[in-house]
């Protein structure tokens, strides 16, 4: 065989590969909003695979592997001759970044919602203290950064939003502690979905910019005790900002 045959397999079998991940992806993504939205409830059994494939005209190896994604995630477990079981939420990897976005594909209730920020909460403030102590001058550059990319793409564009996620990323990796910074694609989904969340139907009423240059004036200064009660107040306003999208949302 040639290489240039060899070469084209090569890329054929990537293709190949790459179209199956799309069709197994897209199967765990709609059975994982059907689940977090509670239209298959904890306890429900899945169809079984023959039918499953069947009713959705995939291959049961693509139904089958978007199963084992959904497991992963502890959405669903599959036992023998009991089937595809919809998991206690107990369970759930809540803070998977692909099970959040599920989350806001559908509709999210005001208490998941209220937990996110509780979480927000208990970890920024933190962060940004020990931020003030440890960031370093590269850290505070990114950070700065990110700030000015915010302020002119503004968050209702992906690149604002994508600033926004770079600057608290920026902020628990300055903390200099690893496994706190290993929350950081957690909040930065968190982060991003709230914020799309929240501008659903309209514009932010307010722009959040000069909050998060309070955060990052304080943790430039080296200001601890600043750093956490900037993090609070920001955390506390998008919290607010929240809650008005869902009222107005209740309202209509």
Known sequence: MSRAKEAGGGADTAHEEGFSGRIHGSIARALGI??????????????????????LQVSRSAYREAIRILAAKGLVE????TGTRVSPRTRWSLLDPEVLAWFFESEPSEAFLRELYELRMIVEPAAAALAAERRNDAQLERMRAALVAMQHETLATEAGQAADRDFHDTV???????PLFTLSSSIGAAVRWTTI?????????RDPVPDHWKVFDAIAAGRADQARQAMERLVNLALDDTRAAMERRAER
Do not use: M
Request: no cysteine; hydrophobic share 30%; aromatic share 2%.
């Open 34 to 55: 059907a689940i977090v939205s509670g239209q298959h409830q904890p306890g429900d059994v899945l169809n079984n695979e023959i039918d499953a494939s069947e009713q």
């Open 197 to 205: 969340f929240k501008q659903r139907d309209r514009e932010l009423p």
């Open 172 to 178: 628990l990796e300055a903390t200099g502690n690893a």
């Open 78 to 81: 599959s036992r023998p001759k």
